[in-house]
Nanobody, 124 residues
Framework: QVQLVESGGGLVKAGGSLRLFCAAS????????VGWFRQAPGKEREFVAA????????FYADSVKGRFTISRDNAKNTVYLQMNSLKPEDTAVYYC????WGSGTTVKSDYDYWGQGTQVTVSS
């Protein structure tokens, strides 16, 4: 079993940057794929980015491609989401999630473990 805790959210102006952290505890975190999802008020939770267990494969939603970068450090049990050129439409609660199959997936239902989320607010 894996426990996930997100941090790094906050308030930033449009065009600014934030770095989100997903810290994991539990056994064998290094074999899990990890994804970032976000949920804006009144909207469905949507896929943002994912990374395979070794970091060799990454996946991005079209809306963030070229602006966001996902990476991981398995020695630190941490996954990062670097967010640049932020837009007001990026405002949401951001969640990280872990998938025990490890290859990486964009499908929300494939993820077994979820964190509590961190708020990102981008002002115009």
């Amino acid at each position: 079993q894996v426990q996930l805790v997100e941090s790094g959210g906050g308030l930033v102006k449009a065009g600014g940057s934030l770095r989100l952290f997903c810290a994991a505890s539990g056994r064998n975190f290094g074999v899990y794929a990890v994804g970032w999802f976000r949920q804006a008020p009144g909207k469905e939770r949507e896929f943002v980015a994912a990374i395979s267990w070794k970091g060799g494969s990454t996946f991005y939603a079209d809306s963030v491609k070229g602006r966001f970068t996902i990476s991981r450090d398995n020695a630190k049990n941490t996954v990062y989401l670097q967010m640049n050129s932020l837009k007001p439409e990026d405002t949401a609660v951001y969640y990280c999630a872990a998938d025990p199959w490890g290859s990486g997936t964009t499908v929300k239902s494939d993820y077994d473990y979820w964190g509590q989320g961190t708020q990102v607010t981008v002002s115009s």
